[in-house]
C-alpha cells in the first residue's frame, strides 16, 4: 500500500499563485508515475500534470504555460506549483500514485485538497 498526503491549497485571487505538496510513503517501487488531478463540481476528474520518476512531465493543454510540476525522488514527493490562476481552475486536486506491482498497475489517491480562485 501506498499512502499520499496532500497539502497546500486554499483560496486565492485570480492571478495569483499556489504551491501543492503530495509526500507518498508505504510500498513504494523506483519505476512510478505521480500526479496531479483536478475534479470540479459537476464535472469528471481530469488530469493536470503527471510525471515519471524519469523527470518527463505532461501537462493538461488548459495549464501548460501557467502550471509546473516538478518531484524530488528521494523525498518521494510531487509539487505542482500553479501560476497565473484563474477562477476555472477552481476544484478539488488529487495526488496519484501510480506503479507496476506484478502483473497490475497499483493506483493510489490522496484525500483531495481545495483550491479556489476568485474572480
Known amino acids: 500500500q501506498v499512502q499520499l498526503v496532500e497539502s497546500g491549497g486554499g483560496l486565492v485571487q485570480a492571478g495569483g499563485s499556489l504551491r501543492l505538496s503530495c509526500a507518498a510513503s508505504?510500498?513504494?517501487?523506483?519505476?512510478?508515475?505521480m500526479g496531479w488531478y483536478r475534479q470540479a463540481p459537476g464535472k469528471q476528474r481530469e488530469s493536470v500534470a503527471v510525471?515519471?520518476?524519469?523527470?518527463?512531465?505532461t501537462y493538461a493543454d488548459s495549464v501548460k504555460g501557467r502550471f509546473t510540476i516538478s518531484r524530488d525522488n528521494a523525498k518521494n514527493t510531487v509539487y505542482l506549483q500553479m501560476n497565473s490562476l484563474k477562477p476555472e481552475d477552481t476544484a478539488v486536486y488529487y495526488c496519484?500514485?501510480?506503479?507496476?506491482?506484478?502483473?497490475?498497475?497499483?493506483?493510489?489517491w490522496g484525500q483531495g485538497t481545495q483550491v479556489t480562485v476568485s474572480s
Open positions: 496519484n500514485h501510480l506503479q507496476r506491482d506484478g502483473n497490475d498497475d497499483a493506483q493510489y
Open positions: 508505504g510500498r513504494i517501487f523506483s519505476i512510478n508515475v
Open positions: 510525471m515519471a520518476n524519469t523527470g518527463v512531465p
